[in-house]
C-alpha cells in the first residue's frame, strides 16, 4: 500500500512539473508572439464630429533580433489610422533604435505623438518578480539607453513630442489637443508644465502617460481632458483565468489594467497592454501582446464602448 501511495505521489508530481513546463514553453514561446489587433469604439467626440481611427501603440521593448515583432508593428501601416499615439517604452537595448524606427517606418509620416517611457531611458534588469506585489519598491535602473536619437528619428517624421508640452493638431477635421507627462512610474512627471484647461474649441482633448498613476490621471481629468492613453502594465502579463491580472505594477486597480475604463465622471481611460515584454521575463499568459485601433465617434453615435480582439497573422493584412 505504501509503495502504490508513493508511486501515485511521483506520478502526481511529474505531472505537476510536466503541466508547468508545457504551461512556460506556451507562455514564452507561442503567447508572447500572438500579436493581437484590438478594436475599441470610443464615444467621446461632440455631435457632428468625424469619426477619427487613433492607432494606440505602447511597450515595444525592442531588441535588434526580435524580427517577428518589428514585422508585425511594420504591418499595421496598412491600417492607415488618422493617429498615432505611443506611450513608450519603446527600447529594451542600446542598438535598437534603429529597429524601432524601421517597424514604424509605414506610420511615422502620419499624423502622430508620444511619450517616453523608463525602459526608453533605461535598459532592463533582472529583478525579483516577488517585487512586483510590493508597492512602492525600490526602482534599480540599467544602462542609459539613447533615447534622444529616437526623440530625434519621431520628430523629425513630425511625430509630436508631447512630454511636458501641450500641442494641437487637426486631423480630417477634427481639431485636437495631446498633452503628456514623462514617466510617474520613475517620478519624472511635472504636471505643472502643462496644468490648466485645454482649449475648450477642440473637438477632442487628449492626455498621454506612460504609467497610469492616479496622481495624473486625476490631474488630467480636474483639467477637462476626455481621453488619457497609457500603456506600462502589460495588461498584468502572466494572468489567471478567471482571475485575470495578479498585479498592475502602478497605482491603478486590476480592473483597470489594460483597455478602456471611466475614469471619474467625464474621462475615459484606455491602458496597452502593449506588445513587448523585458528580456528578463519574455512570457506571457493569458494577455497577449497587442495594438488597439481606438475610433473616436460623436457621442450620440453610440451609449457603450464596444471591445473586441483580432489576431492579425504574418501573412494577413489587418482588418480594416
Not at 507561442?30 to 469619426?51: K, S
Not at 521575463?281 to 497577449?288: I, Q, S, T, V
Request: aromatic content about 8%; some cysteine; hydrophobic content about 40%.
Amino acid at each position: 500500500m505504501a509503495r502504490n501511495t508513493r508511486h501515485t505521489a511521483a506520478q502526481f508530481a511529474l505531472g505537476i512539473v510536466g503541466a508547468g513546463a508545457m504551461a512556460l514553453a506556451y507562455a514564452t514561446i507561442i503567447e508572447r508572439n500572438a500579436f493581437a489587433l484590438r478594436n475599441v469604439t470610443v464615444p467621446v467626440l461632440p455631435p457632428g464630429t468625424p469619426a477619427l481611427r487613433i492607432l494606440h501603440v505602447s511597450d515595444f521593448h525592442m531588441t535588434p533580433g526580435q524580427h517577428l515583432k518589428q514585422a508585425w508593428i511594420n504591418e499595421l501601416s496598412t491600417l492607415e489610422p488618422d493617429l498615432i499615439i505611443n506611450t513608450g517604452d519603446n527600447l529594451s537595448h542600446p542598438r535598437a533604435v534603429p529597429n524601432v524606427v524601421q517597424a514604424l517606418s509605414g506610420l511615422l509620416g502620419r499624423p502622430g505623438a508620444f511619450v517616453f517611457g523608463s525602459n526608453d531611458y533605461f535598459g532592463p534588469r533582472p529583478k525579483n518578480p516577488f517585487k512586483y506585489f510590493k508597492k512602492g519598491h525600490k526602482r534599480t535602473y540599467g544602462d542609459p539607453l539613447p533615447w534622444q536619437d529616437l526623440r530625434a528619428a519621431f520628430t523629425e517624421r513630425g511625430w509630436l513630442d508631447a512630454t511636458h508640452n501641450q500641442r494641437e493638431l487637426e486631423v480630417n477635421g477634427v481639431n485636437i489637443v495631446v498633452a503628456g507627462v514623462d514617466d510617474p512610474h520613475i517620478n519624472r512627471d511635472r504636471y505643472n508644465t502643462i496644468a490648466g484647461a485645454p482649449n475648450p474649441r477642440a473637438h477632442i482633448r487628449i492626455g498621454l502617460t506612460h504609467s497610469p498613476e492616479p496622481r495624473v490621471l486625476d490631474r488630467f481629468a480636474q483639467d477637462g481632458y476626455d481621453l488619457v492613453l497609457a500603456g506600462h502594465t502589460h495588461g498584468g502579463q502572466l494572468c489567471l483565468p478567471i482571475a485575470g491580472a495578479l498585479v498592475t505594477n502602478c497605482g491603478i486597480d486590476r480592473s483597470r489594467v489594460k483597455g478602456l475604463s471611466q475614469w471619474g465622471a467625464h474621462m475615459k481611460l484606455h491602458v496597452s497592454a502593449g506588445i513587448g515584454t523585458s528580456p528578463y521575463a519574455p512570457a506571457r499568459f493569458f494577455c497577449r501582446p497587442e495594438a488597439t485601433l481606438l475610433t473616436l465617434v460623436p457621442t450620440a453615435a453610440s451609449t457603450r464602448a464596444t471591445d473586441s480582439a483580432q489576431q492579425i497573422s504574418q501573412s494577413d493584412a489587418p482588418v480594416r
